[in-house]
């Protein structure tokens, strides 16, 4: 039973930093693509940053702000968001999928999710 679950979420201003974590239990990390989502109310979620073993890959409105990073174990998932924008404001989730490439609406319903943590960022 693969399980995942995120921390880190909290309330910032406007060009401040957070840092998420995903904690994966109950498979092989390096089986399976992983990603960070966000969806805001009202809107679709969509992919933040993915990773699998091209590299990273990032949503244009986060590239140059956001990065995606795994510890040695391959246990965690971490997304470091810097200059962070109002619209950044979203609740964000932790992705699993054993078949990569992760990251396309049509195969969310595939994905193994964590619970979500809540991102606001005041202007």
């Known amino acids: 039973q693969v399980h995942l679950v995120e921390s880190g979420g909290g309330s910032v201003q406007a060009g401040g930093s957070l840092r998420l974590s995903c904690a994966a239990f109950?498979?092989?990390?390096?089986?399976?693509?992983m990603g960070w989502f966000r969806q805001a109310p009202g809107k679709e979620r969509e992919a933040v940053a993915v990773?699998?073993?091209?590299?990273?890959s990032y949503a244009d409105s986060v590239k140059g702000r956001f990065t995606i990073s795994q510890d040695n174990a391959k246990t965690t998932l971490y997304l470091q968001m810097d200059n962070l924008k109002p619209w950044d404001t979203a609740m964000y989730y932790c992705a699993a999928d054993p078949v990569c490439p992760i990251g396309y609406p049509s195969d969310y319903g595939r994905y193994y999710w964590g619970q979500g943590t809540q991102v606001t960022v005041s202007s």
């Open positions: 109950g498979y092989t990390y390096s089986d399976y693509c």
């Open positions: 990773i699998d073993s091209d590299g990273p």
